[in-house]
């Protein structure tokens, strides 16, 4: 029999292909991964203060669960960075959540507003971060791609957002700095963005991931202190990107305390507790995070190189990053997502992100390339890759030579 | 005024997190001692020195980065060869495995699938049980449909219970094995009958075996996977947690045939992300060296026995004896509802106890017993909620 006749349509023809045989590949040393928005990676990297967060844990509190909503010192802790960095004063208890990692996050936040049968709509931009595409399927939602234009430098059009708000729809999720195309939303922009989800009475999932990584000259606006999106905003951060601690997985939510209270009640049940010697790490990472500023300015001097080094080549048009840790291409000239990162990985040794099967949403695949120029802590090293990217590209094979 | 739970699916703008358990706790100005968690030796420190060392070594290396969402593989060969020998069937690790960030997370995973948004598909779930198994369903677009246990029957399965409430829109039977409250082991035999019902109404089983560390000497413990024609149709929820006693790592694994675990590790990386990295490095130790596992089991079974007198010796009470580790589920009834003997425990025994509604009955409590490393200061708890009982006003 095949177990495949008694799941749900959407979940029967979904084939974990993609992963098998990628752990070996990924052990290979004779290539350079410049794939994963994981900084610095595969190096050591931590700093020593959260590594004696985790000594202090193991040696006291590491065995046993926390709250499911995650430690109150953490939550404390949070609350302090909410008021820093995004400009609003929240409530530890009644308006945070700790979660095991922005990917199930979400997830999280999304499906209280998706009820099962409605097929509710949730709006994102192309391109954007590759579960906007992805997650609403799978949670018996819908995904509307609204796109963006390289000559905005894919900020956001809210008439291609009016264009296609229905009567289902529910949620706009937008990533802000976005991945991949490392842009930061104008003010200008998220005001009439407010605007519109206002009128149309819908839910924003906002995912700031990359917010501390904003590079001079820009502003990360948060949309989430502009009147009447308190009350309809899901703010989204993690510990992975700005601390580049992706593989502890530690993330959070803020929202209103209405819809917090739903979060919380049923976070057990749906996502669980997040480890606690991480939250202890978190706790220590915050209390002392000069290192995240470090981390920008270096980021800042390698988007510089990385635009230096890629946006004079012929067939190749790119997006100077105002954020992040990427750099986003439009390849399309020379040819397909796929075949331009499989000519990469032969020629230059290096694996990039394709946009094979629309990931970053409808039409991506065609053109689109990220490079993760935040990989490898030493920054020489860094950039030696990045010359050979530079070199492959320049001797891309033209249609018919 | 903007309400948002008007947007939202009913079920969940029904769920609040005023005045739950987690709240109370967190309203406490002073903490008894906590029995119901369960949570190992909580709140000592317990974590063995061999997974320390592992997690540390990691933190040196690779802990920043993301692992495989589908789990690390030294982790994963390590399971293999501990489903293997705890439940005597082979599975390819690379295939029929995936690691999750502890089990809590696992059930919408692994049900999903098997939920059509908007038909209402049901779920069929022995009670008592761990509440996730009937919590869970209707966050997923389902419908759970408790089939009742009775403590006259030590709370086996009947499986006349699970034909009288079977339809055509049932897709999945989930279960806990051992069973969270009760203590139970299911016997081979009504493994064999729940299996023959699960093919015969073409069904998905889902199992938790999470406490499949703690199964006491006297009892074969049956996984129904091991069962002919089970393999394809099961997907079972292993944990570290409790037998390991480390619940704050928060690593758990599901076994499942590859055209399931296919299907899971294409959408780990929505509902899992990815498991910690230093975590798994500290399990991977962990199962290289089992040693402080069989420790734990052995405790719990001296526990069991020793606690087990004093409560035969409680006025008003009744339980049935537990058949693995590490907690006591208790009728109270005599002396009010599991609230009223929850709330009169802290105040006069200064232990919190779970309440037994969360499980499916106010009539009952659970009691863990695997709390404190120090089993005097367990015995001593357990003893207070003895006197505490015997000068209840009820007994006056």
């Known amino acids: 029999m095949s177990v495949r006749r008694l799941m749900d349509p959407v979940y029967r023809d979904l084939r974990g292909v993609g992963f098998d045989g990628y752990e070996d590949f990924m052990k290979r040393t004779d290539l350079d991964f410049f794939t994963f928005a994981d900084p610095f990676y595969p190096d050591a990297c931590i700093p020593e203060h959260i590594k004696q967060g985790i000594y202090s844990s193991l040696e006291s509190n590491a065995a046993h669960y926390t709250l499911p909503v995650g430690l109150d010192e953490l939550r404390r802790a949070v609350a302090e960075r909410v008021r820093r960095v995004n400009g609003i004063q929240v409530d530890h208890n009644k308006n945070i959540i700790i979660t095991s990692g922005s990917d199930l996050s979400y997830n999280f936040a999304m499906r209280p507003f998706l009820t099962p049968g409605e097929e509710n709509e949730v709006m994102a931009p192309v391109p954007s971060y590759t579960h906007n595409f992805v997650s609403p399927g799978l949670m018996g939602g819908k995904t509307v791609p609204v796109p963006t234009y390289a000559e905005d430098g894919y900020d956001l059009r809210i008439e291609e957002f009016e264009r296609r708000v229905s009567a289902k729809t529910r949620i706009v999720s937008i990533t802000n700095p976005n991945n991949p195309t490392g842009t930061v939303y104008k003010r200008e922009t998220l005001e009439r963005l407010a605007e519109f989800c206002i009128r149309h009475d819908l839910i924003l999932f906002a995912d700031q991931c990359f917010e501390e990584h904003t590079f001079d000259g820009y502003e990360m606006f948060n949309i989430i202190n502009i009147p009447g999106m308190w009350e309809r905003t899901i703010l989204c951060n993690s510990f992975s990107k700005s601390m580049g601690l992706c593989g502890f997985r530690l993330a959070y939510l803020v929202a209103h305390e209405e819809i917090m209270s739903v979060l919380q009640a049923c976070a057990v049940q749906y996502v669980g507790a997040p480890s606690t010697m991480i939250q202890c790490a978190g706790i220590a990472a915050l209390r002392n995070n000069a290192f995240v500023e470090d981390m920008r300015r270096e980021f800042q001097v390698r988007a510089e190189a990385a635009y230096r080094l890629l946006s004079d080549i012929p067939g190749v048009k790119c997006t100077m990053p105002q954020a992040g840790f990427y750099i986003w291409l439009d390849v399309g000239e020379l040819g397909t997502s796929k075949e331009v990162c499989d000519y990469l990985l032969e020629q230059a040794r290096v694996v990039v992100t394709s946009s094979d099967g629309d990931m970053w949403g409808p039409g991506t695949g065609r053109y689109g390339v990220r490079i993760i120029y935040g990989s490898r802590r030493d920054r020489d090293e860094c950039f030696g890759v990045l010359e050979r990217i530079r070199q492959a590209l320049l001797n891309y094979p033209k249609a018919g030579s | 005024m903007f309400n948002p739970r008007t947007l939202m699916d009913p079920a969940f703008a029904k769920k609040t997190s005023k005045g739950g358990t987690f709240s109370f706790q967190m309203d406490m100005k002073k903490q008894p001692t906590a029995m119901n968690w369960a949570d190992p030796y909580r709140p000592n420190d317990t974590v063995p020195p061999h997974v320390k060392q592992a997690v540390i070594d990691s933190l040196n290396t690779t802990a920043a980065h993301y692992s495989f969402p589908t789990g690390d593989m030294e982790l994963r060969e390590e399971i293999a060869k501990r489903v293997l020998k705890l439940n005597g069937v082979k599975i390819d690790p690379r295939t029929e495995l995936t690691i999750s960030n502890g089990s809590d997370s696992a059930f919408a995973y692994v049900m999903r699938p098997f939920l059509v948004p908007g038909e209402e598909n049901e779920v069929l779930i022995p009670v008592p ?50 069973n969270n409250p009760t203590g139970t082991v299911y016997r081979r035999e009504t493994m064999e009958k729940l299996a023959e019902f699960c093919i015969r109404h073409n069904l998905i089983c889902v199992v938790d075996q999470c406490f499949e560390d703690s199964v006491f000497d006297e009892h074969e413990f049956v996984s129904i996977m091991a069962l002919p024609g089970m393999f394809e149709r099961t997907i079972t929820i292993g944990s570290i947690s409790k037998g390991m006693g480390l619940c704050g790592f928060r690593v758990a694994y599901i076994v499942a045939p590859g055209e399931i675990t296919d299907v899971l590790h294409e959408t780990a990386v929505l509902f899992v992300g990815a498991t910690n990295t230093m975590a798994q490095a500290g399990v991977t130790a962990g199962l290289r060296d089992t040693r402080f596992m069989e420790e734990l089991r052995r405790e719990w079974m001296v526990r069991a026995e020793i606690l087990g007198s004093i409560l035969d010796s409680t006025p008003h009470i009744s339980y049935v004896k537990p058949e693995a580790g590490f907690f006591f589920w208790i009728d109270v009834s005599y002396y009010g509802t599991d609230r009223e003997v929850m709330q009169y425990l802290v105040e006069e025994a200064d232990v919190l106890v779970s309440t037994g509604s969360g499980f499916t009955d106010p009539t009952h409590i659970r009691v863990i017993y695997g709390c404190l490393q120090d089993r005097q200061e367990c015995i001593s708890a357990v003893e207070r909620i003895k006197a505490a009982l015997e000068r209840h006003p009820r007994n006056r």
């Open chain 2, 129 to 178: 049980s761990y509440a996730h198994n009937f919590d869970v369903p209707p966050l997923i677009g389902g419908k759970s449909v408790m089939v009742p246990t009775r403590a006259e029957n030590n709370f086996d399965l009947d499986i006349e219970e699970f034909e009288k409430r079977v339809t055509d829109k049932t897709r999945l039977v989930v279960f806990t094995n051992p």
